[in-house]
């Protein structure tokens, strides 16, 4: 057996606020919906590349309820990390930047469920140490 990719990664929201999630996935981050034919209160389906993330609405969300929010997040490898940074402090969306990692540009935020997201793009600029 080989994997050869993640087939998609699937991230809670409280039920009721799929206009925020839309909003937040679609227009700021700038993916595109894929909605299959499917029923209301099914998952929310979006494309990322060749991957897909799948949202669903849970009627009893708790957001950060692990013992470090910080440690669980999605990554998405980025091309234009610029302006996607920028995009999201107009729409003030707070960012966390205060980890860097050598080699690359990234931030983290948080989607209006409270899941962490990590963006990140190849920065040739940095010597890598590694």
């Given amino acids: 057996m080989t994997i050869h990719s993640i087939h998609h990664a699937q991230l809670p929201f409280r039920a009721g606020d799929e206009a925020q999630i839309r909003r937040f996935y679609n227009q700021l981050i700038g993916l595109t919906e894929f909605h299959g034919g499917a029923p209301a209160g099914a998952p929310l389906r979006f494309v990322a590349g060749h991957q ?11 957001p950060n309820a692990l013992p470090s929010p910080n440690f669980s997040h999605l990554a998405f490898e980025v091309q ?41 793009e190849p920065d040739a600029s940095q010597a890598s140490t590694v």
Wanted: net charge neutral.
């Fill in 52 to 62: 897909r993330i799948d949202l669903v609405p849970t009627d009893n969300w708790q």
């Fill in 80 to 120: 234009g990390l610029p302006t996607l940074r920028y995009r999201l402090l107009q729409a003030q969306v707070p960012l966390e930047e205060s980890r860097p990692l050598v080699g690359y540009l990234r931030f983290y935020v948080k989607d209006p469920a409270g899941n962490q997201l990590e963006f990140l």
